[in-house]
């Protein structure tokens, strides 16, 4: 049979391993293009919320999950039921062990799960981030075990990295995909297969070349992130104010591309990606001295912050230790609700540890799991006038910072988001 003919024109079924952030989305684009879906997860209550039109992800509402639960998208928690797919997309999490090296546990046991089910006629495609190599070290070798070689079998293997934004207006579906084949015929396979779900496919000659492609965006971000947390730190000793001079070089039209400061790098990609890759370096004797300064400069902005709010409340007389301060947004971005690896929640965390009293305003987030960081909720009516500062951790969009600003004395901003709104307070100090 002609693949590339079969995944181009017929109403071929997507399998995604691994129903979060990436994998979820990815699915339902597959149903909002007419194709089939199947999606497997191991946490059976994941599944069984699923199956009940209830979303965890912030991008997607209930609505999209019972639009696509009528066109027929099936979530499961047995494995078995990819051998039904055409297409594998494995969406499993690669965070980083205790010691920060890559933890590679998830794509192992994904790639298990491949070799249950692989069988003739499917394309199986990483997305999870990792080193250059993944594609080829792990999930080639399950296809193997189940007696497959690539190509002349019908099984082909690509790897795709996933590019999804939480909280941004491009979606899943709209992002343009970068598609690497483990041989020269996935690669083809792929492309075709990924043409069905995005406007646009980029393909390069490997997996490996795929997989670097996916680091060096988030390495990329991760400098320069670190980078202007450096300046941020040079233009407060010098008087200047870093946003109005990013806001100043960003009208350079070529050659210039505005990143901004705050109170660290958070979220499970920024920090965590350019590890997998330094991680890689080492293993050919290379230092990435760029990342290695780059997470040295990040890791330390927490502390840096409550150092600067340390210091608005001592020229006020006022200790850390007893003193309220409220902390505003503690996902690690504007505008959902994921806080893990949240550099906000950093910040709060060394003021409690030095004896603030903290409270939360955050209603994305949520107040059960506010007070699981061991913090009090606090509503956006509530008077705030028994608070001595304000920190501006997470600029949500749907906060009332006037109202902030005018009822507490003291307002540090690590987000400029007084100044991208136009809101002038003398009692508002940037990052
Ligand atoms: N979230 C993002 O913004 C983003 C963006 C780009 C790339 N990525 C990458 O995509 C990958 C997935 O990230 P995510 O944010 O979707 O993770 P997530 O934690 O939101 O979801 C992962 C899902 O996989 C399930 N799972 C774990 N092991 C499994 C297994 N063996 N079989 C089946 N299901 C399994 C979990 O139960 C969970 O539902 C990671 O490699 C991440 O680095 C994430």
Known sequence: MDRQKFFQDDRWTAGVIGLGYVGLPLLLTAIRRGLGGIGFDVSE????????????????SDEDLEKALADGVEFTSDPS??????????????????????DLSFI????????????????????????PGTTEDYVLPAIERAGYSLDEDDVYLAF??????????????????VVGGVTEVSGRIA???????????????????????????????????????E?????????????????????????????????????????????YLSWRAREANFSTRFIDTAEQVNS??????????SDLLNERGLPVFGTKVLGVGISYKANIADDRESASLEVLRDL??????IAVLDRLVGDERIRSHGFEPVAPDDDLSGFALAAILTDHRDVDYEKIATEIPVVYDARGIYRRQGLQHSNVYAL
């Open 352 to 357: 409690a540890a030095r004896g603030a009293e």
């Open 45 to 60: 209550e994941r599944v069984a919320a699923l199956n009940s039109g209830v979303s965890h992800i912030d991008d997607i």
């Open 300 to 309: 330390k902005m927490p502390g840096y912050n409550v150092t600067r709010i």
């Open 108 to 131: 192992e046991a994904a790639a298990r799960t491949v070799e249950g089910v692989v069988r003739p006629g499917q394309l199986v495609s990483l997305e999870s981030t990792s080193y």
């Open 191 to 229: 492309e075709t297969v990924y043409k069905r779900l995005v406007p646009t496919v980029h393909l390069v000659s490997s997996a490996r070349a795929a997989e670097m492609t996916k680091l060096i965006e988030n390495t990329y971000r991760a400098v320069n992130i670190g980078l202007i947390n």
């Open 231 to 275: 300046m941020a730190q040079l233009a407060h000793e010098l008087g200047i104010d870093v946003w109005e001079v990013v806001d100043a070089a960003a009208t350079k039209p070529f050659g210039f591309q505005p990143f901004y400061p705050g109170p660290g790098v958070g979220g499970h990609c920024i920090p965590l990606d350019p590890q």
């Open 81 to 102: 039921r990819l051998a039904a797919a055409d297409a594998i997309f494995i969406c499993v999490p690669s965070p980083l062990g205790r010691n920060r090296q890559p």
């Open 160 to 177: 795709s990295p996933e590019r999804v934004s939480p909280g941004d207006e491009l979606k899943t579906g709209e992002i343009p995909k």
